[in-house]
């Protein structure tokens, strides 16, 4: 699979080679045009789909760093924001991720934000309008957000619960992209190309996980990802049977029901029949 190669640049990453990403729709067109009126923006989509990915070919295409938090239920706003420590017999303050890219100008990803406190999320609201501000209480004080500021969050619909879901104060504040698996075609070269796998294999692969992620009305609480399509591929260029790299790269990861994995295993074996 593909690495994007990064570099510091004042200390925060640059990524130096393209990351590989094939457009499905209109998104770089929307994702440019928010970036020319610094519009924050919200990627919207089931894991392992490709917003990641999306996210780092648009920060090396648009030649920012890129500053990126994985949200947890303890991620605090200090976390974000940043604290004071103890260093010797001095007391000092480091910033934390957002406030080091509002400072110098990066692209903050906060993935998979609706994980974090609703306490944590609201600390950007200062951010995502025309005010372009971030309070820093601990300082007593404002910061202005460098020109080339942009704020950008993920989150899965498809975890949506009365308990964590974004709050509509917060979603109406962003530029809504909607993404989902990519057409067969689409992802067939996706998977030749991360994987290094053959077209064949690539297109079974691709194929079984169109009725695999059918099985999502029996009570499959996640489908098969593209992700997991690539890391099937990449197992099988490194030489494990195709069935078996289809067990545990997606199987084994997505269920522990054994009549829904058994339901899988019949999928895939039906599109890697020699190994069955």
Not at 29 to 37: E, G, N, Q, S, T
Not at 116 to 137: F, G, K, W
Request: hydrophobic share 40%; glycine share 6%.
């Amino acid at each position: 699979m593909s690495e994007a190669k990064m570099a510091e640049s004042d200390g925060l990453r640059v990524l130096i080679d393209e990351p590989f990403y094939q457009p499905v729709a209109n998104e770089v067109r929307v994702f440019l045009a928010a970036w020319d009126r610094r519009l924050p923006v919200m990627l919207k989509g089931p894991t392992g789909c490709g917003k990641t990915r999306f996210l780092e070919h648009m920060a090396w295409r648009l030649k920012r760093p890129l500053v990126t938090v994985a949200c947890h239920e303890d991620l605090t706003s200090s976390d974000l924001i940043g604290r004071f420590l103890i260093e010797g017999n001095e007391t000092v303050w480091q910033d934390g991720p957002l406030t080091r890219a509002v400072r110098e100008g990066a692209i903050c990803y906060l993935d998979e934000i609706v994980e974090a406190r609703t306490d944590t999320t609201v600390v950007i609201h200062p951010l995502t309008d025309h005010r372009r501000h971030l309070p820093i209480e601990k300082l007593g004080i404002e910061i202005t957000a460098h020109r080339d500021f942009m704020l950008v969050i993920s989150y899965n619909p498809g975890y949506q619960t009365v308990l964590k879901d974004l709050k509509p104060s917060t979603k109406q504040r962003f530029v809504g992209m909607n993404f989902n698996y990519p057409p067969a075609d689409v992802e067939t070269c996706i998977v030749m190309k991360e994987a290094g796998v053959d077209e064949g294999r690539a297109k079974a692969l691709v194929a079984a996980a169109g009725k695999a992620r059918n099985l999502k009305e029996q009570g499959l609480q996640e489908v098969t990802s593209t992700r997991a399509l690539i890391y099937a591929g990449a197992l099988m260029v490194a030489g494990l049977d195709a069935l078996e790299a289809c067990v545990v790269a997606i199987i084994h990861p997505q269920t522990d029901d054994p009549e829904l994995a058994e339901a899988l295993l019949e999928i895939f074996r039906t599109f890697f029949p020699e190994q069955g």
